[in-house]
Nanobody, 123 residues
Framework: EVQLVESGGGLVQAGGSLRLSCAAS????????IGWFRQAPGKEREGVSC????????YYADSVKGRFTISRDNAKNMVYLQMNSLKPEDTAVYYC????????????????WGQGTQVTVSS
């Protein structure tokens, strides 16, 4: 069974830190780029960060650049999002996404989503 399970969310004061984790199973983790997305009430879903399947290249949205760090451990099928200097506007449900890389044809459409974890930053 394909699963992505996020954890590590919670309530934190502005300026604090959290580390989100995404545990993957049921697919070939090394073949997938991993992204973190977030959805806040009244806002569009936002891509926060992503990391390539193997070479370590990363992307960050301008809103989190310099504060968040994405990483992965392919041996453990884990992805992390270290969130520092948190702001109230970071409050959202955070989702882990796996998207197939180094693919051809229909396999390039493969992607999976986790159930999300709530992050609440108080002012």
């Amino acid at each position: 069974e394909v699963q992505l399970v996020e954890s590590g969310g919670g309530l934190v004061q502005a300026g604090g830190s959290l580390r989100l984790s995404c545990a993957a199973s049921g697919f070939t983790f090394d073949d997938y780029a991993i992204g973190w997305f977030r959805q806040a009430p009244g806002k569009e879903r936002e891509g926060v960060s992503c990391i390539s399947s193997s070479d370590g290249s990363t992307y960050y949205a301008d809103s989190v650049k310099g504060r968040f760090t994405i990483s992965r451990d392919n041996a453990k099928n884990m992805v992390y999002l270290q969130m520092n200097s948190l702001k109230p506007e970071d409050t959202a449900v955070y989702y882990c996404n796996a998207h197939r890389s180094y693919c051809s044809g229909a396999d390039c459409l493969l992607d999976y989503w986790g159930q999300g974890t709530q992050v609440t930053v108080s002012s």
